[in-house]
C-alpha cells in the first residue's frame, strides 16, 4: 500500500537547522511531483516547497525562499527538506505528499512532524 512517512522533526532553537525525510513506498516515486506543507495551530495548510519527478526547479514559498531546500534521492525513494536559519514561525507540522506530474491535486499524503522552534 502507499505510504509517506516524514522523521526528523523535533525542537530547536531559533536559527538552528533541521533535515526533514519521507520515505515513500508503494507507488512510482520517481514519476511523481513531490511537496512539502506545513500547518500551524490555527492556520490553513500551507505549500512550501515543491520538486518535479526530474528535479527541475524547485519552487518555494516566499517564507521560506532561501532557507529551506527541497531535494530528492529517487534511488532510495526518498524526499527532504533542508530547513536552515528556523524562525519561531516556521513552527508547524510538516507533511509530504504526492501528485501527478501534470495534476494540482495532491494524492498521497504523509502523517506529518512536528518542528517547534524555541526562542
Known amino acids: 500500500q502507499v505510504q509517506l512517512a516524514e522523521s526528523g522533526g523535533g525542537l530547536v532553537q531559533a536559527g538552528g537547522s533541521l533535515r526533514l525525510s519521507c520515505a515513500a513506498s508503494?507507488?512510482?516515486?520517481?514519476?511523481?511531483?513531490m511537496g512539502w506543507f506545513r500547518q500551524a495551530p490555527g492556520k490553513e495548510r500551507e505549500m512550501i516547497a515543491v520538486i518535479s519527478s526530474g528535479s527541475l526547479t524547485p519552487n518555494y514559498a516566499d517564507s521560506v525562499q532561501g532557507r529551506f531546500t527541497i531535494s530528492r534521492d529517487n534511488a532510495k525513494n526518498t524526499l527532504y527538506l533542508q530547513m536552515n536559519r528556523l524562525k519561531l514561525e516556521d513552527t508547524a507540522v510538516y507533511y509530504c505528499a504526492a501528485r501527478h506530474n501534470f495534476k494540482t491535486e495532491y494524492e498521497y499524503w504523509g502523517q506529518g512532524t512536528q518542528v517547534t522552534v524555541s526562542s
Open positions: 508503494g507507488f512510482n516515486f520517481s514519476r511523481r511531483t
